[in-house]
Every structure is written in structure tokens, then in C-alpha cells.
């Protein structure tokens, strides 16, 4: 199975400071790799996914921005940071088949002061 | 926007008892997933439904589909106060991007002794 890595596990950041998240993913190759955000109390927003390096696709406008240099890595990254951006950042991959689970990472708890 | 809703949003059983959570979508899909969250930690897979599946078994969980009301259900039995988590419910639908989960708001359970 998938193991991914996520670091830091905690952050907090001042109010316009820069961020960046990485996610790293054992066990596969070529996965599809997305950023989710997650509220207290919440459900999970699908903020970025990639179906291969380069490529990256955004669901909803916002102050971050998602690469992936290499296969298995996926950086979430902003250059300023805002107030809003604070939540529970999770990591995720799997496999090309429509029918694969996806495996999450521990995630990283980022809050803006 | 969030394509599967939960309900209850919380549910407090004792254990021994069973627990039931509810799920509704909108569009069509290609599988159903629920997801376990402890608080604070990433989200591990339970169990995956396909949509032409009507019910899954694994161990002491049961998922039920049904695609003409968009709905499921996940039951557990026989609970156990280690049950106690989140549990969210997950649209699996194949864009021209890639495949993309769409999480519900989730059920709190609480399992009490």
C-alpha cells in the first residue's frame, strides 16, 4: 500500500509570510496527488489535484498555488499568507484506475496570526 | 461545493449497539467511498462501492448504494468505543482531469462505554 509523508505536522505563520507544504508518496508510481483543506468541524475541500508532473489543476480560486517537480512529490505553496488560509492541510494519492482508494497523508495543522 | 451530505451530523451510541450514518449525492458516480478521520489525523479508507454494487461487507461494516436515490449507507456493528470518529462518505467521479472525491461534511459518532 501508499505511505505519505507530510511535513511540518503543526505551523503557524504570521499574517503575510510565505508557505510551502510538501507531500511525499511511497509505494506508488504515477499517482494522482491532491491537496485538500479541511475547517474544524468540517468536511474536506478539494483545493488541487495532479495526474502527473507538471501538471496541476486548481478546484477554487485562492491564495495558494500546488507544483509537483517530481513524480512523488506535491508542494502546496503561498507567497503571501492570509488569515483564511488557516485549517488542516491533507495530502492525498492514488492510483490511475477509477476504482483505487486513495491514501491520505497525517496532514498539517497551519495557523495564520 | 460539497457533493455528498451525512446525516446525522452526530450520533452517540453505547457499545455494543449499532451504528448507522447516511449519505446523499448529487450527480452521478462511478464509486462511493467512506472514510474514517480520528480527530486531528488524516483520513483512512474503509470501504469502496462501485456504482453498479448494491451492498459491501467488510468485517463489521456494511455499505448499502443505491443509485436511483442517490443515497448510502454505513452501518457498524457491534460498536466499540475505539469506533468513536468522524466518518465522511466520498463521490468518486472520472473528469477529463483525473478522478476527483468529493467529501461530505461528515458524522461525528461517539461510542460511549
Known amino acids: 500500500s501508499q505511505t505519505i509523508h507530510q511535513w511540518p505536522a503543526t505551523l503557524v505563520q504570521p499574517v503575510g509570510s510565505p508557505l510551502s507544504l510538501e507531500c511525499t508518496v511511497e509505494?506508488?508510481?504515477?499517482?494522482?496527488l491532491y491537496w485538500y483543506r479541511q475547517a474544524a468541524g468540517r468536511g474536506l475541500q478539494l483545493l488541487f489535484y495532479?495526474?502527473?508532473?507538471?501538471?496541476i489543476s486548481s478546484e477554487v480560486p485562492q491564495n495558494l498555488s500546488a507544483s509537483r517537480p517530481q513524480d512523488r512529490q506535491f508542494i502546496l505553496s503561498s507567497k503571501k499568507l492570509l488569515l483564511s488560509d488557516s485549517g488542516f492541510y491533507l495530502c492525498?494519492?492514488?492510483?490511475?484506475?477509477?476504482?483505487?482508494?486513495?491514501?491520505f497523508g497525517p496532514g498539517t495543522r497551519l495557523t495564520v496570526l | 461545493s460539497q457533493q455528498g451530505e451525512e446525516d446525522p451530523q452526530a450520533l452517540s451510541i453505547q457499545e455494543g449497539e449499532n451504528a448507522t450514518m447516511n449519505c446523499s449525492y448529487k450527480?452521478?458516480?462511478?464509486?462511493l467511498q467512506w472514510y474514517r478521520q480520528n480527530s486531528g489525523r488524516g483520513l483512512v479508507h474503509l470501504i469502496l462501492?462501485?456504482?453498479?454494487?448494491r451492498e459491501k461487507h467488510s468485517g463489521r461494516l456494511r455499505v448499502t448504494l443505491d443509485t436511483s436515490k442517490k443515497s448510502s449507507s454505513l452501518l457498524i456493528t457491534a460498536s466499540r468505543a475505539a469506533d468513536t470518529a468522524s466518518y465522511f462518505c466520498?463521490?468518486?467521479?472520472?473528469?477529463?482531469?483525473?478522478?476527483?472525491?468529493?467529501f461530505g461534511t461528515g458524522t461525528q459518532l461517539k461510542v460511549e462505554l
Open positions: 466520498a463521490t468518486d467521479l472520472f473528469t477529463g482531469g483525473g478522478n476527483k472525491l468529493t
Open positions: 509505494g506508488t508510481s504515477n499517482p494522482n
Open positions: 492525498a494519492s492514488r492510483g490511475e484506475s477509477s476504482y483505487n482508494e486513495q491514501f
Open positions: 495532479s495526474v502527473g508532473i507538471g501538471q
Open positions: 462501492i462501485r456504482s453498479n454494487e
Open positions: 450527480t452521478s458516480i462511478n464509486n
